[in-house]
C-alpha cells in the first residue's frame, strides 16, 4: 500500500510537471528568431501625473519610417533596434528575456532607463500579439498600457 501511495504521489507530480512544461517550452521555442513591429498603440493614463490621457499609435505604413525590430535567441538574450528606411540600424540595445505560460519577460536598457516589463503573448498565424501594463512615461505610475503586434521575419 505504501509503495502504491509513493507511486501515485510520484506519478502524480510527474504529471503536473508535463502539463505545465510544454507551454513554456513552446512559447519560449516560438520567440527563438526575428520579428518586426506591424502595429503598436500606448495609452498613458495619467500622464506625467497629470489628470490627462495620451496615445501614442504608429502602423508603421509611412514611407520611410523607421521599423521596430528585434532578435531573440536561444541563450535568452536578445536585441531590439529601429531599422532606417536606408537599412541603418539605429537605438539598438540588447537584454535577457524569459518565459512562463503565456508571458514573455524582457529585462533591457532603454534610454537610460532599465525596463523590467512582462508581457502576455498571443501567438498569431503571422507572429505574435503582445501586452503589457508598464511606467511607459516615467511618472512612478504603472498605468499605461502597449500592446503590440508583431511578425516574424527573416534576416
Known amino acids: 500500500m505504501k509503495l502504491l501511495n509513493n507511486f501515485l504521489v510520484i506519478a502524480t507530480l510527474l504529471l503536473l510537471a508535463s502539463c505545465s512544461s510544454p507551454k513554456e517550452k513552446n512559447l519560449q521555442n516560438y520567440m527563438v528568431g526575428s520579428w518586426e513591429t506591424e502595429y503598436i498603440k500606448i495609452e ?9 490621457t495620451s496615445v501614442f499609435e504608429d502602423d508603421f505604413k509611412t514611407p520611410n519610417a ?12 536578445f536585441s531590439a533596434w529601429f531599422k532606417q528606411a536606408d537599412g541603418t540600424k539605429i537605438n539598438e540595445t540588447s537584454g535577457i528575456w524569459k ?13 537610460g532607463k532599465q ?6 503573448i498571443k501567438q498569431t498565424e503571422k507572429g505574435f500579439d503582445g501586452k503589457v501594463i508598464y511606467d ?12 503590440m503586434k508583431t511578425k516574424r521575419i527573416l534576416q
Open 44 to 52: 498613458f493614463l495619467t500622464i506625467n501625473k497629470s489628470d490627462s
Open 115 to 120: 525596463v523590467q516589463a512582462w508581457y502576455i
Open 66 to 77: 523607421g521599423k521596430a525590430q528585434s532578435n531573440y535567441k536561444k541563450d535568452g538574450t
Open 136 to 147: 511607459w512615461d516615467n511618472d512612478g505610475e504603472f498605468d499605461d498600457t502597449l500592446i
Open 99 to 111: 518565459t512562463k505560460g503565456d508571458s514573455l519577460y524582457v529585462d533591457y536598457p532603454y534610454l
